[in-house]
């Protein structure tokens, strides 16, 4: 099985520009708590950078 990663929307996407509220819905995040798991490679985490003010890693 593939490493994943679990991911949480902790802020809000008003306010911020197109692109990252973009890449916040392509994460399969929509709502202020709402959490993902996905697989953990390169692309993925350059898009969790783009956004960390809005987005954190959840620990297990």
Do not use: P, W, Y
């Not at 709502?31 to 950078?49: L, P, Q, Y």
């Amino acid at each position: 099985m593939a490493n994943t990663i679990k991911i949480k929307q902790v802020r809000s996407t008003n306010g911020c520009k197109e692109d990252q509220r973009r890449t916040v819905r392509a994460l399969g995040l929509n709502k202020i708590n709402a959490t993902r798991e996905i697989t953990d490679n390169e692309s993925v985490r350059g898009m969790i950078f783009k956004v960390k003010h809005l987005v954190e890693i959840v620990e297990e």
